[in-house]
């Protein structure tokens, strides 16, 4: 595994010595890195670990061992593709979102849900829309909620070409913030990102 880093002074999580296991399995060996402010992607092929990663990252799954320090505030995982939310109106799923986030930015919401081509959609229930457009609801929020820290898997899987481009624009402008951190779990470089300047890379392996 090799992973460059920003600077520790401004991280906005710390990983040291990091080891998980997903079903039992080791898929982290103790891993090490900091994510700070702009764009970090998290890089490997399938069974790698980048789920199981972004779950320890967001507090969801306990490391074996190691350390995992986040800078004061929890990452935020947006979910409407959890199954557990299902029979949720999508329009009921964002205002509950919007309202656990004191700094959402209403008119980037709104903006965000015509680049997405979503209002159609916002009286239907979760497991009514399609995998794309649950994943965009969930990009709505990403970038709407203003959280520090914002954990996104695989975010481009399912879009369409206008939906893809929106969010390479959305990665692209992420990437220059100096405050705010986004983690982009994928299998490769996404080609939208070619380019992007990165605060950094972890790499897991192919």
């Known amino acids: 595994m090799s992973?460059?880093?920003?600077t520790p002074i401004d991280a906005l999580l710390v990983a040291r010595d990091l080891i998980l296991e997903r079903g039992g399995v080791r898929v982290i060996d103790r891993l090490s890195f900091d994510?700070?402010?702009g764009?970090?992607?998290?890089?490997?092929?399938?069974?790698?670990?980048?789920s199981t990663l972004l779950r320890a990252m967001a507090g969801m799954l306990e490391p074996v061992s190691g350390t995992l320090i986040g800078g004061g505030t929890a990452p935020y995982v947006p979910e409407p593709n959890d199954a557990a939310r299902d029979g949720a109106v999508a329009r009921d799923w964002l205002a509950r979102e919007r309202a656990a986030h004191a700094a959402w930015d209403v008119a980037l919401e709104a903006g965000l849900l015509d680049a997405?081509?979503?209002r159609e959609h916002l009286d239907k229930e979760?497991?009514?829309l399609s995998t794309g457009s649950r994943r965009k609801l969930g990009l709505v929020a990403a970038f709407a909620a203003g959280a520090?820290?914002?954990l996104l898997d695989t975010p481009f899987a399912g879009l369409d070409?206008?939906?893809?481009?929106?969010?390479?624009?959305?990665?692209?402008d992420a990437a220059g913030h100096t405050t705010r951190g986004w983690v982009v779990a994928?299998?490769?470089?996404p080609p939208l990102l070619a380019g992007v300047r990165l605060a950094g890379t972890i790499d897991l392996g192919e």
């Not at 992973?3 to 920003?6: L, M």
């Not at 764009?39 to 980048?50: E, P, Q």
């Not at 994928?186 to 470089?189: P, S, T």
């Open 3 to 6: 992973r460059t880093s920003s």
């Open 35 to 37: 994510v700070g402010p």
């Open 39 to 50: 764009l970090t992607l998290v890089l490997g092929g399938d069974g790698r670990g980048k």
């Open 116 to 118: 997405f081509a979503l």
């Open 126 to 128: 979760l497991f009514r």
């Open 148 to 150: 520090t820290l914002a």
């Open 161 to 172: 070409g206008p939906s893809r481009a929106v969010l390479g624009e959305l990665l692209a």
């Open 186 to 189: 994928d299998h490769a470089l």
